[in-house]
């Protein structure tokens, strides 16, 4: 079992930063991938960003280049470096955490760009 709790959402203007942290706990040593992913109203979950266990990480092309996903030194830790924000940015946001063949997701963290 792993458990995911995200923090760091809020409301910043357009063109802000913010940053999330993602805390896992349980199992942690047994987490093979990590990722976040956003989900804004009436739409689908998207992916935002993952971390492969091999250390690479693969970005959704409308955050490439501003969003920046890495690991903490702990191993239970993750960030999302979100810069330039956009209006569009807007959603909730979720930590993923992929152990044992199984997913498991954080409750969200809500981002709100103004324009």
């Known amino acids: 079992q792993v458990q995911l709790v995200e923090s760091g959402g809020g409301l910043v203007q357009a063109g802000g930063s913010l940053r999330l942290s993602c805390a896992a706990s349980g199992s942690i040593f047994s987490i093979r991938d990590m990722g976040w992913y956003r989900q804004a109203p009436g739409k689908q979950r998207e992916l935002v960003a993952v971390?492969?266990?091999?250390?690479?990480?693969n970005y959704a092309d409308s955050v490439k280049g501003r969003f920046t996903a890495s690991k903490g030194n702990a191993k239970n830790t993750m960030y999302l470096q979100m810069n330039s924000l956009k209006p569009e940015d807007t959603a909730v946001y979720y930590c993923?955490?992929?152990?044992?063949?199984?997913?498991?997701w954080g409750k969200g963290t809500l981002v709100t760009v103004s324009s």
């Open positions: 993923n955490a992929i152990s044992m063949g199984m997913d498991y």
């Open positions: 971390i492969i266990s091999g250390g690479s990480t």
